[in-house]
């Protein structure tokens, strides 16, 4: 006699790969000073934008831990899982940003990938005409930071998937 019970399968998944270094315990001032750099680049900003842009600058860097973190604190705060979705191909989904949204990626991108010739002088503009100055040097700021934990991230090889909303690294 057969039975139509269904199979189970068991997912065999890449064993995780394991972190360099942990900088964070053995500089742990620098670390601090990371907390407090990114809490005051963050200020003044809209914090849908903000994750936005952190998303998008650790996609470019390959830094995994990074977007799993801001992936993750995107959703606690609302963002939609299509708008994260789209964030790859943002140029190709503008319809999903608004044209604040969409200056704002587009100067992380410059920002993020200074080897593509600096930022060109329209990305600035474009970002200039969407956001006062001040919120402009915050913006930017908070692109300088995220690069910069991307490259912590990255070099570290910090290990995604254990993060939860509202914890820092």
Not at 19 to 25: C, H, I, T, V
Request: net charge negative; proline share 5%; aromatic share 8%.
């Amino acid at each position: 006699m057969t039975t139509n019970a269904p199979q189970t399968t068991t997912m065999e998944y890449a064993p995780e790969l394991t972190p360099r270094l942990e900088w964070a315990k053995l500089a742990p001032d620098v670390y601090k000073a990371m907390i407090r750099l990114d809490t005051a680049a963050r200020q003044g900003l809209d914090p849908t934008l903000y994750e936005l842009v952190k998303i998008r600058a650790s996609q470019i860097n390959h830094c995994a831990l990074c977007i799993d973190m801001h992936t993750k604190d995107a959703l606690a705060a609302g963002e939609s899982v299509e708008r994260i979705i789209q964030l790859s191909a943002w140029e190709e989904s503008r319809h999903f940003y608004t044209e604040k949204e969409l200056a704002a990626l587009e100067l992380t991108e410059a920002v993020t990938v200074l080897t593509d010739g600096f930022v060109p002088d329209a990305v600035y503009e474009k970002a200039a005409q969407h956001f006062e100055e001040a919120e402009l040097a915050q913006l930017i700021s908070a692109i300088a930071v995220i690069n910069a934990w991307n490259r912590f991230g990255v070099t570290c090889r910090m290990t995604p998937g254990h993060y939860q909303p509202g914890q820092h690294t």
